[in-house]
C-alpha cells in the first residue's frame, strides 16, 4: 500500500502552503501528519484526520475529501520550512509517505 | 513528560543482529494504552515502520521485516527493544522508538499518531 506526496512545496512568508497525501484506503482509515527538520526527530502535527497536539500552533489544519488528505499551513513562517510526512494505517501497519519538503522563500 | 532515548551499538557487521533498545522515562510503558513503536529513516529517505509492542508483550511487525525482526518489552526497567537479524547495509539508517496512545471505539483501535519520538540513533551496517 503506498501514499503519494508531491516531492516539494514552495511558498512565500505569509501565504499558506498546501501539502496533499493520496491513498486508495485514504477515506477509510486516520491520517496522521509529522513534521521533520534537517537533523530532529519527526514531530506529529496533527492526528486523526484534523486534530492538533498540543503545542501545534493553530496554523497548521488538516482535512480530508475522499482518497486526498490535506496538511495547511496558514500563514506560513521560515520556521515551518521542513519536511513533512503523512501516515496512515493499513491491515494493523502504520504506513508513511515520501515526504514533501516545504521550502518558504 | 515523557521522554525516550534509544541505545545501542552504532557499527554492527553484516549477517549480524542489530539490537537497540528504548528507555522510557518521565512516565511508566505499563500506563495507558500505548503500542511503542520503532521507525527506521535510511539517509535523505522516508520513514519506514518496524513494528510496535504493547507492554504485555503483544507484538505487529511490518511484513516486509517481519521475518528478520523481534520486539520485546522489559516493564521492570521500563524499556523495550528491537532485534533485527541478518542485517546488510540496506539496514544502515536512523532508528527511532516513538509512542503511539491507542484507544478503542467500538472495538476498533484508533492511533493517537505517534506522538513522542526518541532523538535517534544512527546504525551502520559495514565490515
Known amino acids: 500500500y503506498e501514499l503519494t506526496q508531491p516531492p516539494s512545496v514552495s511558498v512565500s512568508p505569509g501565504q499558506a502552503a498546501s501539502i496533499t497525501c493520496s491513498g486508495d484506503?485514504?477515506?477509510?482509515?486516520?491520517v496522521y501528519w509529522y513534521q521533520q527538520k534537517p537533523g530532529q526527530s519527526p514531530v506529529l502535527v496533527i492526528y486523526?484526520?484534523?486534530k492538533r497536539p498540543s503545542g501545534i500552533p493553530d496554523r497548521f489544519s488538516g482535512s480530508t475529501s475522499g482518497n486526498t488528505a490535506t496538511l495547511t499551513i496558514s500563514g506560513t513562517q521560515t520556521m515551518d520550512e521542513a519536511d513533512y510526512f503523512c501516515?496512515?494505517?493499513?491491515?494493523?501497519?502504520?504506513?508513511f509517505g515520501p515526504g514533501t519538503k516545504v521550502t518558504v522563500l | 513528560q515523557v521522554q525516550l532515548q534509544e541505545s545501542g551499538p552504532g557499527l554492527v557487521n553484516p549477517s549480524q543482529t542489530l539490537s537497540l533498545t528504548c528507555t522510557v522515562s518521565g512516565g511508566s510503558i505499563t500506563s495507558g494504552d500505548n503500542y511503542w513503536s520503532w521507525i527506521r529513516q535510511h539517509r535523505g529517505k522516508g520513514l519506514e515502520w518496524i513494528g510496535y509492542i504493547f507492554h504485555s508483550g503483544s507484538t505487529y511487525y511490518n511484513p516486509s521485516l517481519k521475518s528478520r525482526v523481534t520486539m520485546s518489552v522489559d516493564t521492570s526497567k521500563n524499556q523495550f527493544s528491537l532485534t533485527l537479524r541478518s542485517v546488510t547495509a540496506a539496514d544502515t539508517a536512523v532508528y527511532y522508538c516513538?509512542?503511539?496512545?491507542?484507544?478503542?471505539?467500538?472495538?476498533?483501535?484508533?492511533?493517537?499518531?505517534?506522538?513522542?519520538w526518541g532523538q535517534g540513533t544512527t546504525v551502520t551496517v559495514s565490515s
Open positions: 484506503k485514504l477515506g477509510e482509515e486516520y
Open positions: 516513538a509512542r503511539d496512545p491507542i484507544s478503542k471505539v467500538r472495538g476498533v483501535i484508533i492511533s493517537g499518531g505517534l506522538d513522542v
Open positions: 501516515q496512515t494505517w493499513d491491515t494493523s501497519t502504520h504506513v
Open positions: 486523526q484526520d484534523d
